[in-house]
């Protein structure tokens, strides 16, 4: 089975940064707080990452942070062989793959994470057809699956999380993440170019400042916030 959502006693979010492709980076982020790191395996990505590449950064990181593959339109046994070598304990799934391929994923026993959109398909309202221990939400501006760098009217996903397991990602920086958190209440947040000083290299000192403004952005709106990593 799933992972179980339970209580995040912190009462701020979890912070995941996506789009990791060095050791040392990955390391860095783990050190500073964050709950989990993503490993994109999409070829027209900046940040795409070979099997090597992704094996020797999940066996760099501690038990306790999250590994999680990135994954868009590709079939079980594509993620799989990336689970299995590279030792991820999670998979997102972040273009339209059906509710099917979450279920065959979460019954290898791996936490999954189904990105929904607000303008586009699949739609938030199709939450209903998955069974998918989180969600990621995004406006779907962009012309690459993700954020894109593109800031969105965050409150538009506020209802939405309060019925389900909520990741906010698209737009976020550290200078916009307070407001982002108060608009929304997520129970985590994604980032990645937001951080970056280049696609797929990381800008620590951001990453502190991201982190930093997250451990005080402490949400009162909300009674419960839910551990999704």
Sequence with gaps: MHKTIIKNSSHTPQVKICGLTRVDEAIKCAELGADAIGLVFFEKSARNVTIKQAKE?????????STIG????????????RVEKCSLNAVQLHGMEGPDLVNQIIEQGLIVIKCLYLDSEP???????????GYLVECAKG???GGNALSWDWARAKEFGIKHPFILAGGLSPENITRAIYKSLPDAVDISSGVEKAPGRKNISKIKAFI??????????KKNLRRIF
Aim: hydrophobic share 45%; charged share 20%; net charge neutral.
């Design 143 to 145: 012309i690459l699956p």
């Design 212 to 221: 930093k403004a997250v451990s005080k952005s402490s949400i009162k709106g």
């Design 123 to 133: 739609f938030l309202k199709e939450v209903f057809k998955y069974n998918a221990t």
């Design 57 to 65: 950064i999940s066996l760099s990181l501690p038990e306790n942070i």
């Design 70 to 81: 990135v994954f868009v339109n590709e079939p079980l046994e594509y993620i799989m062989e």
